[in-house]
């Protein structure tokens, strides 16, 4: 009897502390001692014969990921270059339509240009996402001080963080994964609308042409049957 009670007072302590431990990752997120990670998305134009570049601000031992996609305009290519703080070049990518890049950073500002220099007539659309982690680690404290009284208790605070920092990655994870979903969308309807557009150009050529030789047959038959003999009178 004593048993069962001390389960189940330690699964209503259990489900009282998991909201606490939620509440306290949303309000403090350097004190719980999560590993942080940032991600953000953004969508442009990038004209014919430009070049944009983009900088990020970057941490010691921390990492930076980038995937990019090319949404619209002719080819769906773009080039792409990563440099370091140091004016190292990292990645460097002609023509391409994607890609993803994940590099260990040090302090200083990350450099990353999108390149349509070599098109003089399209303009591209670009969506690129960027993914921070381990971003602000000397900010953290340790998460054990706000949480006092639970020697008694045979349930580690530790296995509940785990799981909620398990819940969190995997929400991230699927937020980072719906994002790129509709990157994916928009790049396949602008095609759909690229080629539906194409197919009804052709189409009023095809039956323009129709027409033109349709009236020519019409007037080279009508010719053969013509009386072009002249009568004297």
Known sequence: METELRRCL??????????????????????????????????????????????QPMQREASLEIEYQVLDGAGLDVDFHLVSPKDETLVFEQRKSDGVHTVETEDGDYMFCFDNTFST????????????????????????????????????????LESVNSMKSRLSKSIQIQTLLKAFEARDRNIQESNFDRVNFWSMVNLAVMVVVSAVQVYMLKSLFEDKRKTRT
């Open 10 to 55: 330690l699964g209503s302590l259990s489900l009282l502390l998991l909201p606490l431990l939620l509440l306290l990752l949303t309000t403090m997120p350097g004190a719980l001692g999560f590993a942080t990670a940032l991600d953000s998305d953004f969508t442009f134009t990038l004209p014919a014969g430009r070049k944009e570049c983009f900088f």
């Open 121 to 160: 007539l399209s303009e591209k659309v670009i969506f690129f996402e960027l993914i921070l982690d381990n971003m602000g680690d000397d900010e953290q404290e340790d998460w054990k001080k706000y949480i006092t009284g639970t020697d008694l208790l045979d349930m580690k605070l530790e296995d509940i």
